[in-house]
């Protein structure tokens, strides 16, 4: 069990990393390397390495092992199709069962996103929104595949998007609070779907 937990925390480092463009498309995933900074041994580094290769953050060359997974176009129609269809299905089982602290913590992330001064600090904030929206929903595998999705969202958007970020209120956020404060799931589902369909 110490050496999953040291293992999936060493993933988290990582896919941290790689969604920031510390570790760069293409950059290799030197086991050792890893291995010595972390303190873990070479089956530790082992399974982070293919928790990340299963969450599309990285894959195994011929000749170079595993690799940052590079940013493919392709791969993002995909993923913002699924984060369209799967994302505010999520929100329509979690919204009827978030208690009065999970609606105060999406009401916080709402308000850090829309104060959010940089590309970066807006990026966090929102990714925080849109897991807590989903923090009720009683399916783990659809919750785990969501925020999956949403991640590999915030690579796309930090590598390609951010230059382009200006500090804005979201009147989206801001219509998905005011229906999850009132439990209303329906309402809350389709403002989400409404607003993926705008980030294209």
């Known amino acids: 069990m110490r050496n999953e937990m040291k293992s999936d925390r060493i993933a988290e480092t990582l896919a941290d990393r790689i969604v920031r463009g510390i570790l760069a498309p293409g950059e290799k995933l030197t086991q050792d390397l890893i291995a010595r900074e972390f303190g873990a041994s070479q089956v530790t580094v082992?399974?982070?390495?293919l928790r990340l290769a299963g969450r599309g953050l990285a894959v195994s060359l011929p000749r170079r092992g595993?690799?940052?997974?590079?940013?493919?176009?392709d791969a993002m129609v995909e993923i913002r199709a699924m984060r369209h269809a799967l994302e505010p299905l999520a929100l329509l089982h979690s919204a009827p069962r978030l208690d009065a602290a999970q609606v105060e913590e999406i009401a916080r992330l709402h308000q850090l996103c829309d104060s959010a001064t940089s590309a970066e600090e807006w990026e966090?904030?929102?990714r925080g929104f849109h897991n807590a929206l989903i923090a009720?929903?009683?399916?783990p595998r659809l919750t785990e595949e969501v925020r999956n999705l949403q991640l590999l969202y915030s690579r796309e958007f930090l590598a390609r998007?951010?230059?382009?970020?200006?500090p804005r209120p979201d009147p989206d956020h801001r219509a998905i609070l005011a229906a999850v404060k009132?439990?209303?799931a329906a309402l809350a589902s389709a403002t989400l779907k409404r607003h993926l369909s705008r980030q294209g």
């Open 46 to 49: 082992r399974e982070a390495l």
């Open 66 to 73: 595993m690799c940052v997974a590079p940013l493919d176009k």
């Open 124 to 126: 966090t904030a929102n």
């Open 136 to 139: 009720a929903c009683p399916m």
């Open 161 to 166: 998007r951010a230059a382009r970020w200006q």
């Open 182 to 184: 009132v439990r209303d």
